[in-house]
């Protein structure tokens, strides 16, 4: 596999990059709602850990029945079990970053993992 | 640990998010680099697969001596052995997220992780 991938992604369009970009250590995908819309359906994981990343404008999501306000520049972790549905406001798009990474695998990171 | 965290991340100091948020399966870090700069060493990694999104601005990644170059909404994957640097442009301040994990720890994702 080339060393590294490069795609860039820009539209209203679900974008998943696994296969894209030749991930190995996470699914990341990219995603817009308008504003009113939900994804329609509630769900949690086997495995994976999720990451959401509010790119612009504002929402909520509902984990395990509690609704957290989403904005832009949040960072929001999510545990494998957690049940969650995420929906744009109602006057307000929301674009968002999802990343699946598989809980518990991280072993080592930027100082002891990285080489100089 | 809470099913979930959640910070949010705004200014140019770099935030590293794994012990904030309560991250397991990844790093991820935000960064801003001002017109000109860049980090100033070259490094690889001995585990981790990194993602760059590029958020706002310009610049370029060298790898293993080729210069890719960057702007708004790319997603770049570098493998762990790749040497790489990272540079805005003479005339833009660059804006990132880095993601680390931990090559080839995904074992399923989205369809076959996802839980209705």
Redesign the interface.
């Given at each position: 596999?080339?060393?590294?991938?490069?795609?860039?992604?820009?539209g209203t369009e679900r974008v998943?990059?696994?296969d894209k970009?030749?991930?190995?250590?996470?699914?990341?995908?990219?995603n817009v709602l308008p504003a009113g819309a939900c994804v329609p359906?509630?769900?949690?994981?086997?495995?994976?850990?999720e990451?959401y990343?509010i790119?612009e404008g504002r929402g909520r999501?509902v984990?395990?029945g509690e609704s957290?306000e989403l904005?832009a520049?949040?960072?929001?972790?999510?545990?494998p079990?957690?049940k969650r549905q995420i929906f744009a406001a109602a006057d307000s798009a929301i674009k968002y970053?999802c990343?699946?990474?598989?809980?518990?695998?991280?072993?080592?990171?930027?100082a002891t993992?990285?080489?100089?």
């Open positions: 596999m080339a060393n590294y991938q490069k795609m860039n992604v820009s998943e990059l696994h970009i030749g991930l190995t250590g996470a699914e990341i995908s990219v359906f509630v769900h949690a994981h086997k495995q994976n850990e990451v990343i790119l999501m984990l395990d957290v904005s520049n949040d960072y929001l972790r999510v545990s079990a957690a970053i990343i699946q990474t598989k809980a518990g695998s991280l072993e080592n990171y930027t993992d990285g080489i100089m």
